[in-house]
């Protein structure tokens, strides 16, 4: 026996602040949900797979039009005709209550009740697949309690959107743990909502798949789904890669380089591990500059030189696909702290300034609301959902005064810089 366990596909998820990147691959990046999920199904239809369980959030929230539900379908269809069945829990964002349109799905595919948990046997493979969906988004109660009992001779598969006992990035649904779970008695819990891959228990099998399509650069690294195989009573599972565009982030160190041509081989240096076996994918990367070099001050008399040297350098990546979606700086300037701070002029006067701030917590803090505070909260709404500085965050505090630093000195040192 065989079956594909995946999870999260918020298929037509929305990606919103695209188009303030300059040379986004924005339909692609649009398109990837979709992609990956005809590549999950590829997948069953190649691999002859006796069953697809999906646990939880096909969609990212209700659907603007039916465009979104008849894509899903489709694919549904095409299992259909290969004798594929398909069994679905509802999660947080596709709950009863979110997705107000309905569309009749083949009688292939079972989505099970919102109501009450149930059971589906499918009596020629010996196998019981216990589910419940979310009636609404929020459901703050342990389902596992109420989940039948398992049925005696059967393989027993426990289908469940949960956040467990919570994970960071994650709203808490469904909590319960996996005491919890492993005394339920099934063979195998195929769980949804955690977007990372996670294998919690070996026997009985319990893990997270992660979501089949990463959406954003905190979703990194290979996602797919889980095949697995069940034979003499022996689990296996395969974790199988089908994302088409891959989320990365890169640390460049720029330790002791200080010419500008360096950066290219520096970059193809970072990148390389993450192009190693996946060359056929459109690789999305963030990357960080980061280290001491005199080209903090070439980035701070001339801003933007740093990042069109990196995009300059993706470019020139002949054997993979290589989109930069942000270029962010961590840097400092070759710079005797403790001699500058005794020079009694404007420099010297500067790094004072800046020491006293960082390297006092609370005076950082209150640096940043007296100063960034309101010049944040009046920014346009599509500018305000992309990447700003935290004002809770002290490392990207730091960083931001860093390179106001970094600005500074160099007009302060460069007898040509315009006032």
Same mark, same amino acid.
């Given at each position: 026996?065989?079956? =594909?366990?995946? $999870?999260?596909?918020?298929?037509? *998820?929305?990606l919103r @602040?695209?188009?303030r990147y300059d040379g986004a691959p924005v339909e692609r990046l649009r398109t990837a949900t979709r992609s990956a999920f005809e590549r999950l =199904? !590829?997948?069953?239809?190649?691999?002859?797979v006796d069953f697809l369980l999906l646990a939880g959030d096909l969609y990212d929230g209700d659907w603007q039009d039916f465009h979104t539900g008849l894509f899903f379908r489709g694919q549904m269809v095409r299992l259909e005709r290969e004798g594929i069945q398909a069994f679905i829990v509802q999660g947080n964002h596709d709950a009863q209550g979110v997705i107000s349109k309905q569309l009749i799905l083949p009688s292939n595919v079972t989505v099970f009740s919102s109501r009450t948990a149930q059971t589906v046997r499918? /009596?020629?493979?010996? +196998?019981? =697949?216990?589910?419940?969906s979310f009636p609404e988004r929020a459901v703050d109660e342990d389902l596992v309690p109420a989940y039948p009992p398992p049925v005696s001779g059967f393989f027993n598969i426990g289908l469940l959107h949960t956040?467990?006992?919570?994970?960071?990035?994650?709203?808490? &649904? $469904? #909590?319960? !743990?996996?005491p919890t779970l492993i005394a339920k008695g099934y063979d195998y819990w195929a769980l949804g909502h955690v977007h990372a891959r996670e294998v919690l228990h070996d026997k009985p099998r319990i893990l997270f798949p992660g979501n089949l399509q990463g959406r954003h650069a905190k979703e990194t690294g290979p996602k797919g789904c889980e095949l697995v195989t069940i034979e003499a009573g022996r689990i296996e599972s395969e974790f199988v890669a089908l994302d088409v565009v891959r989320w990365n982030q890169v640390t460049v160190s720029l330790d002791g380089i200080h010419r500008l041509e360096a950066l290219g081989e520096a970059f193809r240096h970072a990148v390389e591990p993450v192009l190693t076996g996946a060359r056929d994918r459109l690789h999305a990367v963030r990357v960080?500059? %980061? @280290? *001491?070099?005199?080209?903090?001050?070439?980035?701070?008399?001339?801003? @933007?030189?740093? %990042? %069109?040297?990196? &995009? @300059?350098? %993706?470019q020139d990546i002949g054997?993979?696909? +290589?989109?930069? /979606?942000? +270029?962010?700086?961590?840097?400092?300037?070759?710079?005797d702290r403790a001699q500058t701070v005794q020079r009694q002029d404007a420099v010297g006067e500067l790094v004072r300034l800046v020491d006293s701030i960082i390297g006092d917590e609370s005076e950082l803090l209150r640096w940043a609301q007296t100063e960034l505070g309101d010049l944040l909260?009046?920014? #346009?709404? /599509?500018?305000?959902?992309?990447?700003? #500085?935290?004002?809770?965050?002290? +490392?990207?505090?730091?960083?931001?005064?860093?390179?106001a630093e970094a600005t500074v000195l160099a007009r302060l040192t460069d007898p040509g810089a315009e006032a």
């Open positions: 026996m065989r079956f =594909i366990h995946a $999870a999260d596909l918020h298929i037509d *998820s929305p @602040g695209l188009d =199904i !590829d997948r069953a239809i190649s691999e002859r499918i /009596e020629e493979l010996s +196998v019981a =697949i216990h589910g419940r956040s467990l006992t919570g994970r960071a990035g994650h709203d808490t &649904y $469904a #909590p319960t !743990d996996l960080t500059l %980061a @280290g *001491s070099t005199e080209l903090h001050r070439l980035e701070a008399s001339q801003p @933007g030189t740093l %990042a %069109a040297a990196m &995009y @300059g350098a %993706a054997e993979a696909e +290589v989109w930069i /979606e942000q +270029v962010r700086l961590d840097l400092s300037a070759p710079l909260g009046s920014l #346009p709404q /599509e500018v305000a959902a992309g990447d700003v #500085p935290k004002l809770d965050d002290q +490392v990207e505090l730091k960083s931001l005064m860093m390179d």
